[in-house]
């Protein structure tokens, strides 16, 4: 296990390949990160750089790769070009934004990865079950006559700061997730919730990339609360690093801590977290990822957080309906969604459509005939179960007690998606109903990954625990 941070410290002079090639006539560039987690790229060099590189200030696009000397950079968007003239002497400087750069350490091509730790923003005050014992050095320097001597120590630290989740699945065997020490951070800035996520092989090798964000959206969920990924760090065995990327990056529900949908420790701990709680659940998120679009569905919860609070809720409903979308797709579920049976209904349209064919052919609807067609097309939908009522069905299908609460809940996702105006005086009544609608998202989804924990009711004052089945309180009760 190695909890050193990304090995470069930023900001950072990194050598390119190709001199000249980022814009101007410059050996280097200096990368660095901006307040908002996002890399900037600076180069100057005498003379007038290359203008039809930087021709439309502040274009998005794809953006270029930059070769360094032992990396690239991906994603490399020139923002910003200017030149200056000093007498005859010309100054060019280049300002640009990218995606990424990585920077390679171990030049052995057999090096065979065994673990990619990924550094993370935002990770929020947890208690964690396991410890990782550290060294920081200690320097002092004093002063004696016109010489300074400087002292060297150690001083040992330790505290319980990362937990270790059992997963066992062909491309990762565990998990473990954490906090870092703010003085163990090297970004050239405060880096709110230093954190870290290491993945371990397994017998098929390691997760790609797909299954990486996978496990960050559900770790998401689990915390209440958006992650960054600032980079990674790919060890081979013996924690010989072999290669490292940093990335721009974006927490989605900005920063801060949010609220954690349910009690993940077997103790009763309300900010405790236990590997084992968490690995069943884990495994069922990415089992039922593809078929449910899990990622998306979490991703709009978290957008809730930070939206204006008339749109709040018409974020977190999308993510209901996700789930209640995926819910119906699968198989044995999806004859629920049917007003009749499908065998049944295609003899009532076989019937229906020979009767807009007769009103086709009459002579008084001629000059309608396209509606009517139109119209004969929408008859698939009539069979479907209208949102509201399968919503209701979503709800007793999972075996979840629903009462007003919920259903007031549901409506407030109705008026955020279609933008119904509120007095400013409701605005408390609004963020009540998101709350609301925000926890019902946490039941519904807690039930499909068969968890088997209590959630907090952020719809009652307090916050109380209550099995997932039980109905949420209204507020003060």
Not at 421 to 430: L, Q
Request: overall charge negative; some cysteine.
């Amino acid at each position: 296990m190695n909890f050193e941070w990304l090995p470069a410290p930023l900001p950072q002079d990194l050598a390119l390949s190709t001199p000249g090639s980022i814009g101007v006539a410059s050996n280097t560039v200096k990368v660095y990160r901006t307040p908002n987690l996002e890399l900037a790229i600076e180069a100057d060099a005498d003379g007038d750089g290359k203008q039809e590189e930087a021709a439309v200030p502040g274009t998005r696009s794809t953006g270029a790769t930059l070769q360094l000397v032992r990396g690239e950079i991906t994603g490399y968007k020139i923002i910003h070009h200017k030149t200056e003239t000093k007498g005859e002497r010309k100054h060019s400087f280049i300002k640009g934004e990218a995606d990424a750069f990585s920077l390679l350490y171990n030049p052995d091509a057999q090096a065979e990865c065994s673990t990619i730790t990924e550094w993370l923003a935002n990770v929020p005050r947890r208690i964690w079950e396991r410890r990782t014992d550290r060294q920081k050095i200690i320097t002092t320097r004093r002063q004696r006559d016109d010489a300074g001597i400087e002292n060297q120590s150690k001083s040992e630290m330790f505290g319980a700061d990362y937990i270790q989740i059992e997963l066992g699945l062909p491309n990762l065997e565990s998990v473990l997730i954490g906090t870092v020490p703010p003085e163990f951070v090297t970004e050239g800035l405060k880096i709110e919730g230093p954190g870290f996520v290491e993945y371990r092989r397994g017998p098929s090798g390691l997760p790609d990339e797909s299954l990486r964000r996978t496990v960050i959206r559900a770790i998401e969920f689990l915390f209440g609360s958006g992650l960054g990924v600032l980079g990674r760090s790919e060890f081979a065995s013996g924690d010989r690093l072999i290669r490292a990327e940093y990335t721009s990056t974006y927490i989605p529900g900005g920063v801060g801590a949010g609220h954690r949908p349910a009690l993940l420790h077997p103790e009763n701990w309300q900010d405790g977290l236990s590997g084992a709680t968490i690995a069943p659940i884990l495994r069922r998120f990415i089992e039922l990822e593809p078929s449910y679009d899990l990622n998306k569905a979490v991703w709009l919860y978290l957008h809730g957080r930070n939206s204006p609070l008339e749109m709040a809720a018409g974020y977190v409903g999308a993510a209901f309906e996700i789930l209640r979308r995926g819910f119906y797709e699968q198989p044995e579920n999806e004859a629920r969604s049917r007003l009749m049976p499908k065998d049944r209904w295609q003899l009532v349209g076989k019937e229906v459509r020979r009767l807009f064919a007769d009103l086709a052919q009459r002579e008084t609807l001629s000059e309608y005939s396209d509606e009517i067609q139109e119209v004969e097309r929408r008859l698939a939908e009539l069979n479907k179960v209208s949102g509201t009522k399968l919503s209701r069905l979503f709800l007793s299908d999972l075996h979840l007690q629903y009462g007003d609460v919920e259903i007031k809940a549901l409506q407030a996702r109705n008026e955020a998606a279609h933008a119904m105006r509120f007095n400013t005086s409701e605005g408390f009544e609004k963020l009540w109903a998101y709350r609301a609608l925000q926890t019902l998202f946490g039941r519904v989804l807690l039930r499909l990954l068969a968890a088997q924990v209590h959630y907090f009711d952020y719809s009652t004052v307090g916050h109380p625990l209550r099995a997932l089945e039980t109905q949420q309180g209204a507020m003060g009760t």
